[in-house]
């Protein structure tokens, strides 16, 4: 007798039975999924899974394309799979680096064995056309269970040499790794079936390097469109340059610092960046004696008001007296808090600040005139008398919050008086070259220990509200940032290793029958590569601090 198991498609609402063992491929392609585009993976009990698993007992099995936000991630993560090939086969020996998300696509370098850029506009095209025809093709992604001694000589011999150390470090007896047409590769996170599926996107020359351009959940069909982010892009590049002098570009070298017992050398340099950093903004502002309004935005958990006290300080050392207000405190009481289409709260819309008290009480405060501050308490949802606030001549105002670049914010202050900063944690290391760390991760293990310390939510409440201020970053804030006077990135090279002691325990509250689950097990393994650091080198000003407890500035 064979042994079935009871299958709970979520698309469509059946039930089914299959022989123990069946794989999700065979059930995507025997079944009704209700899809419009290729099955790209699938959600086992809220757990992403590839197709090829099998299916040996009852479970809830929801199958998903390029629409939803894992299954975008898989399609991405199979296309650098795909990009990695046509290097291998049309510049042996050449190194792809993966950097970072820029102008909505991922944005690569390639080099020879000593460094060197070799990408110009018809090698561009070249791997463009080669990774057409390796998805024309259609090969199929196989995932192999290798020991990690075998899977590190097979990496070295491609040369991969930087996925050794963090094999090494992980030190597990064996490791999955991904093959198809003759190489292999370590990704983090799960392929889709086959090249075949993976039909849209685009290569283009993007300063030195090439973008890799991509579809959106929302238009699966088409190319996301490129927007002009220089200033983002300068910055970055800053960054990047300097985690290179530091030896410390991947998750592998970080730990090797930690196991070299060189952790503290490392956030001491780490944390003089960001002084010398925020006294050279404080500079350009004070080279401006017309500045009386200093606007500081950025995303969700950016570090925004910790550089808010931070340049105070240096603005102090410069002889201004800044006075320090944050949007935050403009809140409407909850109850008038504007909601989304899901009939959600929306924090992340300009109608969730009180813009007729904030403009208010600035032009009085311009004026010369006592200001009575609001504060918003976050566990009541309710705004309170704060402190009285008063501007002389001597005083700058320093204005914190994710609306500060937005013109409808501030529409009565002249340009020239105000001074504008977008503040962002830009991620500066890659797990390794092919494998990078999405900067909005930085932000999300942030914010689920920030709300989890101080705003009474549990990680799952954080989960289930950060697609909606993603959404509301995407309309409120990046529209804006290219319009700011200067950058700042407020990422710490070494602080996931901080970061995961704090956050792994609140996140893995979270229950397995809720759709976060998914999510949660994703940020989990994440921080699973990263060897902790103890925080006792972290100056009491630090923006981590801000997070994790033990900060000497009052919030």
């Not at 009871?6 to 065979?26: D, M, Q, V």
């Not at 975008?72 to 650098?80: E, G, K, P, Q």
């Not at 910790?306 to 403009?330: A, C, E, N, W």
Request: aromatic share 10%; net charge negative; hydrophobic share 35%.
């Amino acid at each position: 007798m064979i042994d079935t198991a009871k299958i709970n498609i979520i698309n469509t609402g059946e039930s089914i039975e299959i022989p123990a063992g069946t794989t999700l491929s065979y059930i995507a392609d025997k079944t009704k999924h209700g899809l419009k585009y290729p099955v790209i993976a699938a959600l086992v009990n809220n757990t992403l899974k590839e197709l090829s698993f099998p299916l040996i007992s009852e479970c809830d099995v929801e199958f998903i394309d390029r629409t939803s936000g894992n299954g975008l991630n898989v399609y991405v993560r199979s296309l650098i799979f795909v990009l990695c090939k046509a290097v291998d086969d049309l510049f042996p020996g050449s190194k792809l680096y993966v950097l970072h998300t820029i102008s909505k696509g991922y944005y690569c370098e390639l080099t020879d064995y000593e460094g060197n850029d070799l990408l110009d506009s018809q090698k561009i095209f070249d791997l463009k056309t080669r990774m057409k025809k390796v998805i024309e093709d259609n090969y199929p992604f196989e995932r192999h269970k290798l020991r990690t001694e075998d899977a590190i000589r097979q990496f070295l011999a491609q040369g991969l040499d930087d996925k050794e150390l963090i094999l090494r470090q992980r030190n597990r007896i064996y490791t999955s790794v991904y093959r198809f047409d003759g190489i292999i590769n370590y990704l983090y996170g799960y392929l889709a079936p086959s090249t075949g599926s993976l039909n849209v996107f685009n290569l283009v020359k993007y300063y030195d390097g090439m973008l890799l351009q991509i579809p959106s959940t929302s238009e699966p069909d088409k190319i996301v469109e490129q927007t002009p982010q220089n200033k983002l892009f300068e910055i970055i590049n800053e960054h990047s340059k300097w985690v290179k002098l530091l030896d410390t570009e991947n998750v592998g070298k970080l730990n090797q610092h930690v196991l070299d017992k060189k952790a503290g050398e490392l956030i001491k340099i780490a944390e003089a960046l960001h002084e010398k950093k925020v006294a050279y903004i404080s500079d350009r502002i004070t080279e401006r004696k017309n500045i009386r309004l200093v606007l500081i935005s950025g995303p969700s958990s950016s570090g925004k008001t910790t550089f808010s006290k931070r340049l105070s300080i240096q603005l102090q050392v410069s002889g201004l007296k800044p006075l320090v207000i944050s949007l935050d405190d403009y809140f409407v009481d909850r109850e008038h808090t504007p909601k989304d289409e899901k009939g959600e709260y929306d924090f992340e819309s300009l109608d969730a600040i009180d813009i007729k008290l904030f403009n208010e009480n600035l032009l009085s405060l311009f004026k010369g005139e006592e200001v009575e501050i609001p504060k918003f308490d976050f566990h009541t949802g309710k705004r309170l008398a704060g402190p009285k606030m008063k501007c002389g001549p001597e005083n700058i105002i320093l204005v914190e919050g994710i609306h500060a670049l937005n013109p409808g914010l501030t529409p009565l202050i002249e340009t020239g008086l105000k001074f504008r900063i977008y503040v962002s944690a830009l991620t500066q290391i890659s797990i390794d070259r092919h494998n990078r760390i999405p900067t909005t991760d930085n932000r999300l293990i942030r914010r689920i220990i920030r709300d989890y310390n101080y705003r009474s939510h549990s990680a799952l409440a954080t989960l289930k509200r950060w697609p909606s201020v993603r959404a509301g970053e995407e309309k409120n804030i990046f529209p804006y940032q290219e319009e700011a006077d200067i950058m700042f990135n407020s990422a710490l090279l070494y602080e996931f290793s901080i970061l995961k002691q704090y956050a792994e325990p609140i996140i893995k509250e979270v229950p397995e029958n809720e759709k976060e689950y998914s999510e949660a097990q994703r940020l989990l393994k994440f921080m699973s590569f990263f060897l902790p650091i103890v925080n006792e080198d972290i100056p009491n000003t630090s923006i981590i601090k801000e997070f994790i407890g033990g900060s000497s500035f009052e919030y």
